[in-house]
């Protein structure tokens, strides 16, 4: 009791590895899987199994959680499946073994491509060991049951077919012409003549049957009639739609023309008032240049003037 405590204790304050598993982890595991049915103490029955693999695997030094080391064989063993199943089948063919193959050539044929041959000859160990672990201690079905018990008096006597199995049914076409030939006897028309004229013959019941037989066809024309005028409901229905649907894409397109026209009538004003602009610039400028000319002149008679004429020699 004290031992379990203990490792409790230890499982809390373990810290996991994360990251790739190394090869001598994935042998561990697979050594822990391999004692895992045979070094269970019954004082360890009531934990889970990967628990225990668990356990095995951080007393060698594999310091991995229950969930990574079961996700591990996992994957483990689908490659094995892939690499076994393709082993197998290219067994009498001349497709190349899958450990002559390049990692590329192994990922085209959709093979893992790094399943090392040491991993794949452990792993088969453990399959071979259940298989035959399964066949020794599997259910025993026993023997098949025994044959029914025949009488000896009935040994070797074949079994008849009933009389009523050897009775072949008519054909179709023989009971129709029996059935004619019997409606057609003359005795057969004087049986009927006489219960004509009875009360209570078949005779009204046939008349009614012919009246509904009349009245079907009315019955008929009523239901055409009525799915006539479903079908102008239906038909005028979607004529309305389709005028509706008619219109609001004209009045869209209209609306798009509208805005285009606009749109143009904006892009031209503002064309305008650009060449506005640059004209009055280009004015500004002129207008600018040629007052600065005249008050150059200006500036130069009057600095003439002031000076006078010069004095003669």
Excluded at 225 to 239: M, V
């Amino acid at each position: 009791m004290a031992g379990n405590v203990g490792a409790g204790a230890m499982t809390v304050a373990r810290e996991y590895r994360r990251g790739n598993w190394t090869l001598p982890e994935t042998m561990l595991l697979i050594e822990a899987k391999k004692r895992v049915h045979e070094e269970r103490h019954p004082a360890d029955l009531g934990l889970a199994r990967w628990r225990w693999v668990e356990d095995y695997c951080w007393r060698a030094g594999c310091r991995r959680s229950q969930n990574q080391c079961n996700d591990r064989w996992d994957n483990l063993m689908r490659d094995y499946k892939k690499v076994r199943a393709y082993e197998h089948a290219g067994a009498g063919a001349e497709a190349p073994s899958y450990w002559e193959m390049a990692r590329a050539e192994r990922k085209a044929r959709y093979l893992p491509s790094n399943l090392l041959r040491e991993i794949y000859e452990a792993m088969g160990e453990i399959v071979e060991r259940r298989m035959s672990f399964a066949g020794a201690g599997g259910p025993f079905l026993g023997a098949p049951p025994p044959p029914p018990m025949v009488s000896s008096g009935l040994v070797g006597v074949p079994m008849q077919a009933s009389p009523l199995a050897q009775v072949q049914p008519r054909p179709l076409e023989d009971q129709e012409e029996t059935r004619g030939s019997s409606e057609s006897s003359p005795e057969r028309k004087r049986l009927r003549l006489s219960l004509d004229g009875q009360p209570g013959s078949s005779t009204p019941a046939s008349a009614a049957g012919h009246d509904d037989r009349h009245q079907e066809p009315q019955g008929d024309d009523r239901e055409s009639s009525d799915d006539t005028e479903e079908y102008d409901e239906l038909s005028g229905a979607i004529g309305q739609c389709a005028a509706i649907l008619s219109g609001a894409l004209e009045s869209r397109e209209a609306a798009e023309e509208r805005r285009h026209r606009e749109v143009m009538a904006v892009e031209e004003r503002r064309s305008v008032a650009k060449q506005a602009r640059r004209e009055a610039g280009e004015q500004c400028m002129a207008g600018l240049a040629a007052a600065v000319g005249q008050l150059a002149g200006s500036m130069l008679a009057l600095a003439a003037k002031h000076e006078g004429p010069a004095a003669p020699k």
